[in-house]
């Protein structure tokens, strides 16, 4: 079954955008080099965060949006634990100057607050995903439970593990 739910679609729009501005860009996309991401996972992560037209019209199926889910807690975790820290010493801070140096100030202060927030949305799209995936179910176990892996997803997007 394909979703094609606009509640579904328009949080994606929101962590897409998210993304672009206050995860990926050009100041903080660097930084990503130090995270141990095997590829699969940033082709979710790339899927989900590009949302073209043509994934609109063919609709994500559940096991599609509950994969790219994890990739994302994954990501949202590793961000926490690996770049955060050393946030300053990853991106070569000292090393800005004038305008630039300041807006990558402005990155580096916010980027906690923006994985958080990054945190919450992709929380949404999985409560949101969940719902629709019991009320699709028709009587059946809903996919989630047959996914094991999804159990962690609270603890990676709050930082408990």
Do not use: C
Request: hydrophobic fraction near 40%; charged fraction near 25%.
């Amino acid at each position: 079954m394909s979703i094609k739910n606009t509640q579904i679609f328009s949080i994606i729009d929101r962590i897409s955008e998210h993304y672009h501005q206050n995860i990926a860009n050009r100041y903080l996309r660097k930084a990503f080099n130090e995270l141990t991401i095997d590829k699969g996972a940033w082709e979710k992560i790339e899927t989900l965060t590009e949302s073209s037209d043509y994934a609109r019209l063919q609709g994500y199926s559940f096991n599609e949006l509950y994969d790219s889910i994890y990739a994302l807690a994954s990501f949202i975790k590793k961000l926490r634990q690996d770049i955060a820290p050393n946030i300053r010493f990853i991106l070569g801070f000292s090393r800005a100057t004038g305008n630039e140096k300041l807006l990558m100030e402005m990155a580096i202060i916010n980027f906690n607050d923006n994985v958080g927030l990054f945190a919450d949305m992709v929380n949404e799209l999985y409560i949101k995903t969940i719902e629709l995936d019991r009320a699709e179910s028709g009587g059946r176990a809903p996919i989630y439970t047959r996914m094991p892996e999804l159990n962690e997803i609270g603890k990676m997007l709050i930082g408990d593990v």
